[in-house]
């Protein structure tokens, strides 16, 4: 009996034995699902090439199969290199899931369009050298923290670098070189405070390379470009590389009072503490020591430090005490030095930019003018209001001051007459002034902005005055006087998308096709500008097409941009358009905006001008009243879709452009955000669908679409 226990006890110690060692074999071979849908859409993005052996848009466990260049460890993809191995197409937009992924290396291809928004928000080491990629370097790579290797040379990128290198405390190695990337470098390169080796040569660079000197650098190549001034002190003791720029003959000019040191980390980097420049051992020496000229420098630093010490404790001082005197004037608050917090709020565009200091002598006239009643839709503000009286305001010298008396006359006294239209913020008028120039004046409401924040007014015009896009409404000027905030605009004479839309004029003809594809593509662009251009981000937060402005090539302006992120009352004034059929299903549910409502919102636009109907139609059958959700379900049906485009279309258009048009409406108005793609992808994909659709004369017709409005009969040229 005995032994016969003990044989079944050997048999159950076997038999659990084998249980144990085959399950974890099943569960090893298994990838994390995230994972094997991001690779998914990576291979079909990339014209599922025969290069990448064993990869496949329906088997779901690459790490099990060995999928070409792909290394994982446990359920998780950690590695993808799949350099030089002449793929082509893009890299999808789906990369952010790949959360264990360290390493994408994908070097030596053919890959083009953008580099995706939607990054792997762990990786170490980021490799698409040699390749075409164009466009911006997304401003999401300002969140991968851990980033050490950036390699994004031989390409086409292009335009100004964002202030994207902020947080990217840990990169090593950064080489953008041989491309066409223009402008100023960011001041964010200062925060590289690991960097050893850059590469920026063969671009368009401007200005100057000050800042570089306080950085760890071994390393450093910059020609072949377009800086100027003169190169640091410290950075002729590193491997510089410099021709082929316009660099300053002569002495450099000594730096300005207080300046600490230039290099100071630079050398300091690899020494182990020791403050010698000499690359020599570190044996001893009479000259190892720090010397008179190191005691003297130090006893400047002092001095130097201390006076910076008395001079903000005196200043903190005389702002208490001021803050003081208006308390007992009773003052509303006192703001705490205006021109600082301007200069912490302040975005950095790509664009033109006006860079004056900024007018602190703005005076005001204390004489009211004279105020004709006749027919003045606002009759009462004016007269009201008590007159405030501020000492000083700053103001930007970049856009023109206006005087309410100015305003009166050149808009008949905002006569009914002048009313261009109302929206969250106010009401707008056409101004007509002397000189015969035409502009746009937006008179903000008191609700949104009372009269004792004029200090934030004149914030709120010196941050809008900096964005500069082609597709983006200019600010022309302001006027800030008796508690009255008013900005003036230029003017567009074709009116708003909404009107051309939805307004029946028996003087004009309907949108072609090609120009309604044009106007998406013109104001995602603008929309792109401030997502992922502006730093940081802009949400416009409320998109609709009463905001796109047409211009007489029916070229479109995004207005209010940047007014609804900069006045602080402004999501209580949003909150009456919610129910407008514009909104995102969040915002409407918790009033929360962000990037991925604007992105809906626009998908939204993009319906208006396929389909030729309101956001939100209560004349229509109670099914067919809300635009998303009646036409969300055949977007995919090409039948269905025929029967939704506009019938003033006449069905002058190119099927497959509609097709693809609809597929870009499918993907911006998902109910769930983070399904939504960046506006960059959105770009590129209006981008090929114009490249792609061809759009012959023949389908074209004449344009002569709103010819009493403006239309430019050769639209359909500009539309790449």
Not at 118 to 126: D, I, Q, V
Not at 376 to 383: C, M, Q
Not at 389 to 406: C, E, F, G, L, M
Not at 523 to 551: Q, W
């Amino acid at each position: 009996m005995r032994e016969m226990m003990e044989i079944w006890r050997w048999v159950l110690v076997f038999m659990c034995i084998c249980i144990l060692g085959w399950k974890p074999s099943s569960i090893n071979a298994a990838t994390d699902p995230q994972d094997v849908a991001a690779l998914k859409i990576l291979y079909t993005s990339m014209n599922s090439a025969p290069q990448l052996t064993q990869w496949s848009s329906s088997s779901d466990d690459p790490c099990g199969q060995g999928w070409k260049g792909v290394t994982c460890s446990g359920q998780r993809v950690t590695e993808i290199d799949i350099s030089n191995l002449g793929l082509t197409g893009n890299l999808g937009y789906q990369l952010q899931p790949l959360s264990a992924l360290t390493i994408l290396d994908v070097s030596g291809n053919n890959l083009g369009g953008s580099i995706p928004y939607s990054l792997p928000p762990n990786a170490t080491r980021l490799n698409f050298a040699s390749n075409i990629f164009s466009g911006n370097i997304p401003y999401s790579l300002n969140q991968i923290t851990s980033l050490k290797y950036l390699n994004i040379s031989h390409n086409q990128l292009q335009n100004q670098l964002g202030d994207i290198f902020g947080s990217l405390s840990s990169l090593t190695t950064l080489d953008l070189s041989f491309n066409s990337l223009t402008g100023n470098l960011p001041e964010s390169i200062s925060s590289l405070s690991s960097v050893n080796t850059m590469n920026l040569q063969n671009n368009q660079f401007t200005g100057t390379i000050d800042f570089l000197a306080n950085l760890p650098l071994e390393n450093l190549n910059i020609e072949n470009n377009h800086f100027t001034g003169w190169v640091p002190e410290p950075l002729k003791n590193i491997n510089l590389k410099k021709d082929g720029n316009s660099w300053s003959s002569g002495p450099a000019p000594p730096p300005p009072p207080g300046t600490p040191p230039a290099g100071r980390n630079n050398r300091n980097h690899k020494s182990g503490g020791n403050d010698t420049p000499s690359s020599g051992g570190g044996g001893g020496g009479g000259k190892s020591g720090i010397g008179a000229g190191g005691i003297a420098g130090i006893v400047i630093s002092i001095f130097v430090v201390g006076g910076i010490i008395a001079f903000f404790l005196i200043k903190r001082k005389s702002r208490r005490s001021s803050a003081d005197i208006e308390k007992l004037d009773n003052q509303p608050f006192a703001p705490l030095n205006s021109n600082e917090v301007q200069e912490m709020k302040s975005i950095q565009p790509p664009y033109t930019i006006n860079t004056k200091t900024f007018d602190t002598s703005a005076s005001i006239n204390l004489r009211p003018p004279p105020i004709d009643r006749h027919k003045s839709f606002d009759e009462d503000d004016f007269s009201k209001k008590p007159v405030v009286v501020k000492k000083t305001v700053t103001a930007p010298t970049n856009v023109t001051s206006y005087s309410i008396a100015d305003l009166q006359v050149a808009t008949g006294s905002f006569s009914v007459e002048n009313l261009l239209g109302e929206g969250s913020f106010g009401r707008v008028y056409r101004a007509q002034f002397s000189d015969g120039k035409v502009l746009a004046v937006k008179k903000v409401d008191a609700s949104v902005l009372p009269s004792h924040l004029s200090d934030d007014f004149m914030e709120i015009v010196s941050n809008i005055s900096r964005l500069h896009h082609p597709n983006v409404t200019d600010l022309v000027g302001y006027c800030s006087e008796y508690g009255q905030h008013l900005l003036v605009y230029e003017f567009h004479k074709n009116g708003s998308l909404h009107d051309f839309l939805h307004l029946s004029d028996e003087y004009s003809k309907p949108l072609i096709w090609n120009t309604r594809v044009k106007i998406a593509l013109g104001t995602a662009r603008a929309l792109e500008y401030l997502h992922e251009v502006c730093s940081p981000s802009i949400i416009h937060k409320n998109i609709k097409s009463a905001n796109i402005l047409l211009d007489a090539e029916l070229n479109p302006h995004l207005s209010d941009s940047g007014l609804a992120n900069f006045i602080p009352n402004a999501d209580e004034a949003l909150d009456s358009s919610a129910g407008s059929g514009c909104s995102a299903p969040e915002v409407t549910m918790s009033g929360q905006y962000t990037l991925k409502s604007d992105i809906y919102s626009f998908g939204v636009v993009m319906l208006e001008l396929l389909s030729g109907r309101k956001p939100f139609d209560s004349s229509k059958p109670r099914s067919e009243q809300s635009l998303v959700r009646w036409a969300t379900p055949q977007l995919h049906d090409i039948d269905a879709l025929s029967k939704m485009v506009d019938p003033a279309l006449k069905g002058l258009y190119p099927v497959k452009s509609l097709s693809r048009f609809a597929d870009v409406i499918a993907l911006c108005v998902q109910p769930e955000p983070e399904f939504r793609p960046p506006m960059s992808e959105v770009v590129q994909a209006l981008v090929r669908l114009v490249q792609r659709a061809n759009m012959s004369k023949r389908t074209i017709g004449t344009e002569q679409g709103g010819s009493q409005r403006g239309e430019n009969p050769d639209t359909h040229d500009n539309l790449s």
